[in-house]
């Protein structure tokens, strides 16, 4: 199986920062990485897909980057709305695994 | 509007057998692959396995293969995710989830059911 590595696993920012999540694979993905939102108490929500596309209706705020085995999510200005367990999934191959999470607070 | 509509919460004791099931309204649902995804309380996701409605074609996490069943039936746009023996570890919420691309096994989840709730206690 290939293991997802999500760092921080929670982190403290104040609203307008600038905040990246990393997540590395076992081994590389190529571009099958997704991203999703969870707030509490929610249902996941998919933010982007295939490393660096972003989802219908997912905020500019919101991008993703990298190929191969490292990756990034980075909100370029934290919101209170952003408050919630962001996760990364590859989909290169089953089973199609997710990270740990990070949890995103405010400040 | 595409949706997913999952059943309601259960609470079981340790042994019995349970059946969850999950719609899909607004789409083909026999032309995309749906998933199910399990959280225990307080933990993050963890992908359970995937059916392509439209032939009953399913493939398993190792981690869950054996301890559940994920079946579909087309004629009613409906998945199912069934135990023959439940345990106290397996309390958690269970999502379906429809895959992002049409007939793409290995996909980012794009619609999410709302959730099932099922609790195993004695």
């Known amino acids: 199986d290939i293991q997802m590595t999500q760092s921080p696993s929670s982190l403290s920012a104040s609203v307008g920062d600038r905040v990246t999540i990393a997540c590395r694979a076992s081994q590389g993905i190529s571009n099958f990485l997704a991203w999703y939102q969870q707030k509490p108490g929610k249902v996941p929500k998919l933010l982007i897909y295939a490393a660096s596309a972003l989802h219908s209706g997912v905020p500019s705020r919101f991008s993703g980057s990298g190929f191969g085995t490292d990756f990034t999510l980075t909100i370029s200005s934290l919101q209170p709305e952003d408050v919630a367990a962001y996760y990364c999934?590859?989909?290169?191959?089953?089973?199609?695994?997710f990270g740990g999470g990070t949890k995103v607070e405010i400040k | 509007e595409v949706q997913l509509v999952q059943s309601g919460a259960e609470v079981t004791k340790p042994g019995e057998s349970l059946k969850i099931s999950c719609k899909g309204s607004g789409y083909s649902f026999s032309s995309y692959w749906l998933g199910w995804v399990r959280q225990m309380p307080g933990k993050g996701l963890e992908w359970m396995g995937i059916?392509?409605?439209?032939?009953?074609?399913?493939r398993y996490s190792p981690s869950f293969q054996g301890q559940v069943t994920i079946s579909a039936d087309k004629s009613i746009d409906t998945a199912y995710l069934q135990w023959s023996s439940l345990k106290a570890s397996d309390t958690a919420m269970y999502y379906c989830?429809?895959?992002?691309?049409?007939?793409?096994?290995?996909?980012?989840?794009?619609?999410w059911g709302q959730g099932t709730m099922v609790t195993v206690s004695s």
């Open positions: 999934q590859q989909y290169n191959s089953a089973p199609l695994t």
């Open positions: 059916i392509y409605p439209g032939d009953s074609d399913t």
């Open positions: 989830a429809r895959l992002l691309f049409f007939g793409e096994s290995f996909s980012a989840f794009e619609i």
